[in-house]
């Protein structure tokens, strides 16, 4: 006998949507609590998401900030002959001076230097004193921030330079600082993340459950895999959804109140927070996508692990 | 319209339902399946829409072979089956035109298709008056009629069912039996599993007997053949 292993595959109807939809709600008032439960972890772990991604995102841009406006540091050659080198380093003083969009040059020997690391390392290094080994300095503060790399990268260029340092240094320490909290932010956004896919996937467990009598008869008259399952996975999904309601609107009006009464007061200052827009828009979007992905991945290991059709 | 083909089926827990099972029901045939308690006839409907799979041998319903079916070409076996049970499975929170109409709204037919064939099953199984009723407020025969409905809206080639008269009276039972009978007489293959020896006797059709997994007998317009 000839066979036909044809598949039920019909692309999927307005009414069928539209019913898939009208289930996924029901369910969502029918599960109560746990609906309840659900919408609330998520509602917590997005607002975490929501106030961290706007902290980094302000911080880093203190940090690129910062980094523009940093003073340049070069490393003088040592030159044996003392004579010589008061003469080398009085011609690159010089030279620095009169390029333009310099606005300052410093000069600090290598015992201030010392004196310098010896502050902020301790005595230890004091040991030092009886054979310095650091390199006379000229510090450069470019008259414009912007300048700062062209410059320093010119200096480079020049006889009897050793090394020419700039931005790392100082922004250094804010790095370690924002890589830091970044690491423990995201290690609490994550475990936030699975408590909710969690809990989300033990209300469409629930739901499952109570409708075992349902998806019996659905399988029994045909109905296919795809028309059983999406109804629980557009559950997950607005569990996803409402969950990003509050993070959003707080996220919002908390962050425009706090632009407006900071945003004068740092007027003209180097310190600077990021405009309300695109900034909000951003992190909606995040809080929106993010709640839909814990939604969607949260139903779909339970209809996986439950609705074996 | 049902072959099957020296089937073996093993449950995981050791027990052999079914060990060696080869028949031959052609189209428009009413069957019954007899044979004392345990002996596998539960088993040997479930291996034809393929709630169970067959251990060994050929299963082929419909020009499907169900051995080789995969599972999401399941749903395409199901469309061409009805399937009746003893406790009639129907939703309590779904009166009966939506119990009915269920069947074809998650097959996707369209809403003036249902409308039209679930008041024509309702006719035909005399329930036209009680459409907006609930389950919880029908007799059992009610309820197992809504059931037959549901199994034949989608007008199936074959309809299977696992002792439908097993929870009604005497007097309820041939009230489904004719409703089966209609339905064979419209060219719809009927296999039937059942314990009572009064219909079996009386509305005489081809009897296989199971016993330990094996059919024992099989014989058109033969008898129950068990003591009552
Ligand atoms: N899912 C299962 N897992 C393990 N063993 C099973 C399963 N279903 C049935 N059996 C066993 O297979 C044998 C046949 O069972 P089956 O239900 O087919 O009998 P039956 O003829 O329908 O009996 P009854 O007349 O009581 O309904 C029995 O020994 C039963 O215990
Ligand atoms: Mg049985």
Known sequence: MSVMYTEVTTAMKGRTIRR??????????????????????????????????????????????IEKDVEIKVLIDIIADPAEAKAAEA???????????????????????????????????????QSNPLNNVLYVKA??????????????????????????????????????????????????????????????????????????IMKLVGATNSFVRIPFVIEGMWLGVLGSIVPMTVVSIVYANIFKIIEPKLNGELLQLLDVTPLLYQVNALILVMGILIGVWGSFMSVRKFLKV | ???????????????????????????????????????????????????????????????????????????????????????????????????????????????????????????????????RMFPNELSGGEQQRVSIARSIVNMPKVVIADEPTGNLDPETSWEIMNIFEEINARGTTIVMATHNREIVNTIRKRVIAIEGGLIVRDVYGGDYGYEG
């Open chain 2, 1 to 131: 319209m049902i072959q099957m083909n020296n089937v073996v089926k093993k449950y995981p827990n050791g027990v052999v339902a079914a060990n060696g099972i080869s028949v031959d029901i052609k189209k428009g045939e009413f069957v019954y399946v007899v044979g004392p308690s345990g002996a596998g006839k539960s088993t040997f409907i479930k291996l034809m829409y393929r709630e169970e799979k067959p251990t060994s041998g050929d299963v082929v319903i419909a020009g499907m072979n169900l051995s080789s079916l995969k599972n999401r070409q399941v749903p395409h076996l199901r469309r061409q089956l009805g399937v009746v049970f003893q406790d009639f499975k129907l939703l309590p929170r779904l009166n009966v035109y939506e119990n009915i109409a269920f069947a074809l709204e998650v097959i996707e037919e369209n809403p003036k298709e249902i409308r039209k064939r679930v008041m024509e099953v309702l006719d035909l199984v005399g329930l036209k008056h009680k459409v």
């Open chain 1, 91 to 129: 011609t690159l003083m010089e030279e620095i001076k009169n390029m333009p969009g310099v606005a300052e040059v410093v000069y600090s020997s290598k015992e201030q230097e010392l004196d310098l690391l010896v502050d902020s390392y301790g005595e230890d290094l004091s040991l030092f004193e």
């Open chain 1, 20 to 65: 898939h939809f009208r289930e996924s709600i029901k369910s969502l008032g029918r599960n109560g609590w746990m609906t309840f439960a659900s919408i609330s972890a998520v509602t917590v772990t997005l607002l975490l998401v929501g106030v961290f991604t706007i902290i980094m995102m302000n911080l880093n841009k203190v940090a690129d900030d």
């Open chain 1, 143 to 216: 008259s414009e921030p912007q300048q700062t790399v062209d410059i320093a990268k010119k200096i480079e260029k020049f006889d009897n330079i050793s090394e020419v340092k700039y931005g790392e240094e100082k922004v250094g320490k804010l790095f370690s600082f924002l890589n830091t909290s970044r690491n423990v932010g995201l290690v609490l956004i994550l475990g936030l993340l699975f408590t909710a896919i969690f809990l989300i996937s033990n209300t469409i467990r629930i739901t499952i459950i109570a409708r075992r009598d349902e998806i019996e």
